[in-house]
């Protein structure tokens, strides 16, 4: 094999010579185009092992230079397809090809199974879910739809879970309803935690506690706990009113009202029972049971039984003595 710049070839000018040289011998043509060669190339041969001598203006890059010059091109090349979002357009390319050829394969999302629903629908659950057919099992995002789940109303917890080839399982536990909380004219279901559950359109729900007031679904699992502790009491209760976010007046279907403090209602709570069992103030003439004063119980009767009271205890009129005769 002859080297480089070495001899000419017998078919000088060829159309079929790769290099041709030129027609006085200072320099190479390829295809036509002239290529111009240093001193040192030009009509030499280099034997195997050999090192080319080197002209006045020749560089060579060491090794490791040649490394950090690589290197530094190509993170010049990796920024500036990031920072134009070229990166990010074909790793949203390349996953979306992968994500068609999954469910090609039958790994799309085709069934879902659902534990623990009660009050919750089906649709508000598979709109939480956002998937559809084209969704395969291994690109669908288990994290964020259990995120959007517990975004629902009725939904306390959830776990969302891959069943392959095509399925998923979702286990959901539900927020309770614990009362129906009255506040503006408007009646709302709330749970235990004073979570508003929905908005009811009409008094439903009649086996739960109605409370009112500004406060009152925050702070209900305190009183109805002390409440349940006295049944007798609890079954009379038609409403317990939140004043001012700070204590509970109870209205009884009698229309008594009973006023307890704003701290330790239990203890109140236990007097109230005590007294109805000796006085039967809870179905007798009273209007209002006061409790406010912790050394003092304070009664007040309504009209009808104070005129009553009056009237026991007033003297009893003398009849007018007419004159008339000693028989």
């Not at 060829?14 to 009509?43: A, D, H, T, V």
């Not at 074909?90 to 659902?114: E, L, M, N, P």
Request: include cysteine; glycine fraction near 10%.
């Amino acid at each position: 094999m002859q080297p480089l710049g070495g001899k000419r070839n017998k078919g000088k000018g060829s159309r079929f010579g790769f290099w041709n040289r030129g027609s006085k011998g200072k320099g190479l043509r390829c295809f036509g185009i002239p290529l111009s060669l240093s001193e040192s190339w030009q009509g030499r041969s280099q034997k195997p092992g050999q090192r080319s001598a080197r002209g006045p203006l020749s560089f060579r890059m060491s090794r490791p230079w040649r490394i950090a010059t690589v290197s530094f091109v190509c993170l010049v090349g990796v920024y500036g397809l990031a920072v134009g979002g070229y990166a990010n357009r074909s790793a949203d390319f390349a996953s979306k090809q992968f994500s068609t050829i999954i469910v090609r394969a039958g790994f799309a999302v085709d069934h879902v199974t659902i534990e623990g629903q009660k009050h919750t629908s089906d649709r508000a659950i598979v709109r939480a879910l956002g998937f559809d057919r084209a969704t395969s099992t291994f690109a669908f995002d288990t994290a964020g739809a259990k995120e959007r789940l517990e975004t629902l109303p009725l939904v306390r917890r959830a776990q969302v879970m891959r069943l392959l080839p095509s399925q998923l399982h979702v286990v959901i536990e539900e927020r309770a309803p614990y009362a129906v909380w009255q506040y503006k004219s408007t009646l709302h279901l709330v749970d235990q935690d004073g979570t508003v559950l929905g908005i009811l359109k009409k008094r439903t729900y009649s086996e739960l506690p109605l409370i009112v007031g500004d406060g009152a679904a925050k702070n209900a699992r305190e009183l109805l706990d002390e409440l349940a502790l006295w049944p007798n009491i609890k079954k009379r209760v038609q409403a317990a009113v939140r004043v001012a976010d700070r204590r509970w007046n109870l209205k009884l279907e009698n229309g008594l009202e009973i006023r307890l403090p704003e701290n330790d209602p239990g203890r109140a709570l236990k007097k109230v029972a005590e007294l109805d069992a000796k006085h039967k103030i809870l179905s007798g003439d009273a209007v209002a049971v006061d409790l406010r004063l912790g050394d003092r119980v304070t009664i007040r009767m309504g009209s009808d039984a104070v005129r009553r009271r009056d009237s026991a205890f007033a003297a009893p009129k003398r009849k007018d003595r007419r004159p008339g005769r000693d028989t």
